[in-house]
């Protein structure tokens, strides 16, 4: 049961349950999910990915899978897909299914999924797009853009933090790489972070809820990513979600991308309790992640429930747990922008003004969970969904020419990053002679012309402010060099001025629209070196 007091991104685990206490969510078919992206880019093949989960337990046949698709009521697509009894035994199996809609159709599609299936007594039995009990039937959605998502040259779009099929656990699994991947790209992604818990890592194949010294797992892991060091659909960087501890002694999370090797982290992991204390401390886990490795802090100040602080030890990152130069980053967006967004926001700042080199970054935490959040909410009585934390729905855009993992990495190296919830903005420094400078950069200069340029679309709506924001390390305080809320186009804007760095430290830009939800783009800064 302690296991159940982690918070729950993922598909939900239904069948573990104590042998003498009755669960209300639990039964005996195996889970049936279909799962599908929030939107779909323009002329682009919906993909639809059906998943039947611990059918090794419970074996089920599978007869065929009935796909119906509506637009404003109307039915506009509708395939009977034949399966023919297949034998399903397995614990994680999954298809996807592409679906090539009339171009003519746009705006939002709603998608019934039935799937008709023979359990091990040779009953017929149906799903409809899934089979969790203790929810509302689940819909399903599409948003189908005439448009892509808000473009700038060299600009690409990713989530910084999700997981995978690696995540297999009592309470929850992710989906599958090789399908994240291609729905991902379906949405409008070019990459994502694959960060599954340094306290799944370990586990066995064979049996996930058992550790095993040989790695299994993560070298199954490690293999898989091999293969899409460059990938036609959207590219997965390795990473891993390292538990660890902070300067109070309390469990938080570090994502560390690209590290060689594993590094353990079960702090606030079931597996180890009543012993709470930290595998590692921060510093422990850095020094060890190797030198090619990346560190950046996952959802720094999001604030843990009183049971995962009591059970679980878990904590905040502070100020100086941040400062060590060798976090590049803080991943302050972690779905829908809420108060720990905010609050990050101010750290971040705060960090900027006192001279370290932070950036900032935007991932889900999702695992699977592309179209809609449907978890456990108490262990073994009841379940509950909502529409934030959806694989894509808030992302981080990187500035990079070749589309492989190297050049990934590398724009992350250079903190050539910004997040996103809708537009686009770039802000560039050329100098009277010399190169261009871009976000991320470091430049000496006296003074320049600065462009800045912002890019939203229909979709996430017109442009309502954008801003260039300066920093003065003296001062510590930051101030609006320039604010425009007139534009000449709804949906672009581009500017050129002349500017004096006589008193700026570092100049970033942000960006807001008219939206739902109030879209908008944090820029990482360029930075100025113009003091002794």
Request: proline fraction near 5%; glycine fraction near 6%; hydrophobic fraction near 35%.
């Amino acid at each position: 049961m302690i296991g159940f007091l982690l918070p729950i991104f993922a598909y939900a685990e239904v069948h573990y349950k104590w042998k003498w206490f009755p669960s209300r969510i639990f039964m005996r078919k195996p889970e049936v999910i279909a799962d599908l992206p929030i939107r779909l880019q323009p002329d682009t093949k919906l993909p639809i990915l059906c998943i039947i989960k611990d059918a090794l337990r419970f074996p089920t046949k599978l007869n065929n899978i009935n796909i119906t698709i509506k637009s404003k009521d109307s039915v506009i697509y509708k395939e009977l897909i034949q399966f023919n009894g297949m034998k399903i035994e397995e614990r994680y199996w999954s298809k996807l299914l592409f679906i090539e809609l009339p171009s003519e159709i746009n705006g939002k599609i709603d998608v019934t999924v039935k799937f008709d299936l023979t359990d091990e007594k040779g009953e017929q039995y149906q799903v409809i797009n899934d089979n969790l009990k203790g929810l509302p039937p689940l819909e399903l959605s599409v948003d189908l853009s005439n448009q892509e998502l808000p473009k700038l040259g060299g600009w690409h779009y990713g989530d910084f933090h999700t997981h995978s099929e690696f995540t297999d656990d009592k309470v929850e699994f992710g989906s599958p790489i090789k399908s994240s991947s291609i729905l991902s790209s379906a949405l409008g992604l070019d990459f994502f972070i694959v960060a599954d818990h340094s306290y799944n890592l370990d586990n066995s194949m064979e049996f996930p809820f058992e550790n095993d010294t040989n790695l299994p797992r993560w070298n199954a892991l490690q293999k898989l990513l091999n293969e899409y060091e460059s990938n036609d659909h959207s590219i997965p960087i390795r990473a891993e979600e390292v538990s660890c501890g902070n300067g109070k002694g309390e469990n938080v999370h570090l994502l560390i991308l690209n590290s060689p090797k594993f590094i353990p982290g079960n702090g606030d992991c079931e597996d180890n309790y009543p012993d709470r204390k930290p595998t590692m401390t921060i510093n422990d886990v850095l020094d060890l992640m190797g030198d090619e490795a990346i560190a950046v802090a996952a959802h720094p100040l999001d604030n843990p429930s009183l049971g995962q602080k009591i059970i679980f030890n878990r904590g905040q990152w502070s100020k100086e747990d941040l400062k060590d130069e060798r976090i590049i980053g803080l991943q302050i967006l972690n779905g829908l922008p809420d108060g720990a967004f905010y609050d990050g926001l101010e750290l971040w700042k705060e960090l900027l003004l006192e001279g370290h080199k932070k950036i900032i970054l935007a991932g889900n935490d999702a695992h699977g969970n592309f179209n809609k959040f449907r978890q456990i909410k108490i262990p073994f009585l009841s379940m509950h969904q909502h529409d934030k934390q959806l694989f894509g729905q808030v992302r981080t855009a990187l500035f990079y020419s070749e589309k492989n993992s190297a050049s990934i990495l590398e724009a992350i190296i250079k903190r050539k990053a910004q997040i996103s919830t809708g537009p686009i903005s770039d802000i560039t420094i050329v100098p009277k002679e010399g190169e261009l400078f871009r976000i991320g950069d470091e430049l000496s200069l006296e003074s320049g012309e600065l462009k800045i340029q912002a890019v939203s679309s229909k979709e996430y709506g017109k442009l309502k402010k954008v801003s260039v924001v300066a920093g003065d390390l003296t001062t510590k305080r930051e101030s609006v060099l320039h604010e425009f809320t007139e534009f000449e186009s709804d949906h672009g804007f581009e500017k050129s001025m002349s500017i004096e760095f006589k008193s700026i430290s570092y100049i970033r830009m942000e960006t807001f629209t008219d939206g739902e939800n109030k879209p908008f783009s944090f820029t990482n800064p360029i930075w100025i070196n113009n003091r002794s």
